[in-house]
């Protein structure tokens, strides 16, 4: 079966048509700037080269309708009709706490992901309008919503609440949820493989390093604590969100700057993290190359990024009694050898120590465990599209009825 996975958001709608047969990518592109000038879609056939057409998208719904005419396009296109794709796999920002799972998309579904909006403003929208353009464009074909907040239902409340009054939970559901669930919980998994061990009996700590970053404890197979909070915004220096810091510091410079708390979060949102140290970009690869220029600026940066992931890795292994896997992923994670070992640097009295040759080369999953490291270090590139082809299958799969 095919399998179409979405990413929608604002402006922009990522798209993957993956052979779930083979488990190969068919094609893959992007939507930008829809419902803004200079609208156009990039579209990737595998093996093939990349098309680009530019033409005004409105709104979701043409952008899918251009989605699906790339797609089965008689030069460029993959399929011969739309009836190739057996079913639609959603990203879902945020599931809140109804979704421990994925689930095929109903209107019982859309209502929680509607109701979630407060929790996810800038994204559940989007998400949202992804899915209706599908509906709108393809009515007949199974859709499944992958949730980024999913995997980390399973932490317990003495992990998961703030110490703020109850009721602020109670009423208004303040907690942490996590994100980046899908990355997590798919090499998590590929992690106790690669070690040939059971989920049952493991504890990993999976650092996701991207543009956004999160890190995760997870034991036995599940997550019992993660980085992120109610928004992303919690946990990690990233490349443009601040990550922890005491809350204080908000309403310090609202006072002092005589801002409103909506421009402060624009700024430890937007502003902050490497961007905000560095005073020029929240690209790590050009941190990396200021450092090399000795912009001290940028060094401080990057030591800020590294200090605070040691500083995770030892406190879950607290939280989980020991670690047996340290896991990196993400673009920084699976490709800068440096920013790796300064992440663990000082960790050996744990166990934790990295092989400089093996940390140096390139390739896929590894290990880069030094001989005598008693916990292993492992790389694992992360695949968010498969996982939501994956589940997008299994549930479409056990639907009623479905057609052989
Ligand atoms: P996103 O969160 O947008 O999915 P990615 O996982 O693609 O992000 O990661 C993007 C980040 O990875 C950027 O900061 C980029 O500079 C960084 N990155 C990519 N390759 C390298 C590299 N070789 N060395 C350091 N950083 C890298």
Redesign the pocket.
């Known amino acids: 079966m095919n399998i179409l996975v979405i990413n929608a958001g604002s402006s922009s709608l990522k798209y993957q048509l993956m052979d779930m047969d083979h488990e190969t990518i068919i094609a893959k592109g992007i939507c930008e700037r829809i419902g803004i000038e200079g609208s156009n879609l990039q579209h990737r056939p595998t093996g093939k080269e990349q098309v680009r057409i530019e033409k005004p998208m409105s709104n979701h719904i043409q952008a899918m309708r251009m989605v699906l005419d790339a797609l089965t396009d008689p030069t460029h296109g993959v399929i011969t009709s739309m009836d190739e794709i057996g079913a639609v796999g959603h990203r879902v920002l945020h599931g809140g706490e109804k979704f421990a799972g994925s689930f095929i998309i109903d209107d019982d579904v859309m209502a929680v992901v509607r109701e979630n909006i407060p929790l996810g403003p800038l994204h559940n929208p989007a998400n949202i309008m992804g899915i209706e353009a599908c509906r709108e464009v393809m009515p007949a074909t199974p859709m499944v919503a992958v949730f980024d907040t999913a995997f980390h239902q399973t932490m317990p409340p003495k992990a998961f609440m703030y110490a703020l009054p109850q009721d602020y939970y109670k009423r208004l559901r303040v907690r942490k949820y996590g994100f980046h669930g899908t990355s997590h919980r798919y090499v998590s998994r590929r992690a106790a493989q690669f070690l040939g061990r059971q989920e049952q009996g493991l504890r990993i700590v999976t650092c996701?390093?991207?543009?956004?970053?999160s890190m995760a404890a997870v034991k036995d197979g599940k997550c019992i604590d993660t980085s992120m909070g109610l928004t992303p915004l919690e946990g990690m220096v990233m490349?443009t969100r601040s990550g922890d810091l005491d809350p204080a510091v908000v309403g310090f410079i609202c006072e002092q700057d005589g801002i409103d708390v909506q421009e402060a979060m624009s700024i430890l949102n937007k502003k902050s993290g490497?961007l905000g140290i560095s005073g020029f970009s929240?690209?790590?690869?050009?941190?990396?190359n200021a450092i090399d220029e000795g912009n001290a600026d940028a060094r401080l940066a990057l030591d800020m990024f590294c200090y605070r992931i040691r500083k995770y890795i030892g406190s879950y292994a607290a939280a989980m009694g020991g670690v047996d896997a340290v896991v990196f992923?993400?673009?920084?994670?699976?490709?800068?050898a440096?920013?790796r070992e300064l992440c663990v640097e000082g960790l050996e009295f744990m166990g934790i120590k990295i092989n400089h040759e093996k940390n140096a080369l390139r390739g896929g999953e590894r290990d880069i465990s030094a001989d005598d490291a008693t916990v292993r270090t492992l790389i694992i590139p992360?695949d968010e599209e498969l996982v939501i082809a994956r589940d997008t299958l299994e549930l479409v799969e056990n639907l009623p009825g479905k057609p052989a």
């Open positions: 996701h390093l991207g543009n956004g970053s490349g490497l929240s690209d790590m690869r050009d941190l990396l992923t993400a673009g920084i994670g699976e490709n800068n440096i920013i992360t």
